[in-house]
């Protein structure tokens, strides 16, 4: 069975840092992309960022050159560095598998703000 468990969120002034992570059960890192998604208050879920099996990484524009996603396979944990946060970087980010999302954890809250 399938679950992803996000973590590492919480508040953090404009320009500061904070590192996710995701350890996901049930999926082959090896053989499956990993994405993190966010949603913002009132918004939509968006695209934030994938993964490959193979390393590849690729980024919404609105974080490109900010966010650095990376994995762990031996742990089955996928991380999303974020620097430069800006207030509209404020959402709960979640993981899923890349493709068809499955089912969906609980999230990490990320509040940007002074």
């Known amino acids: 069975q399938v679950q992803f468990a996000e973590s590492g969120g919480g508040l953090v002034q404009p320009g500061g840092s904070l590192r996710l992570s995701c350890a996901a059960s049930?999926?082959?890192?090896?053989?499956?992309?990993m994405d993190w998604y966010r949603q913002a208050p009132g918004k939509q879920r968006e695209w934030v960022a994938r993964?490959?099996?193979?390393?590849?990484?690729n980024y919404a524009d609105s974080v490109k050159g900010r966010f650095t996603i990376s994995k762990d396979n031996a742990k089955n944990t996928v991380y999303l560095q974020m620097n430069s946060l800006k207030p509209e970087d404020t959402a709960v980010y979640y993981c899923?598998?890349?493709?068809?999302?499955?089912?969906w954890g609980q999230g990490t809250q990320v509040t940007v703000s002074s």
């Open positions: 049930g999926i082959n890192f090896n053989i499956y992309a």
């Open positions: 899923n598998r890349g493709g068809v999302p499955l089912r």
């Open positions: 993964i490959t099996s193979g390393g590849n990484t």
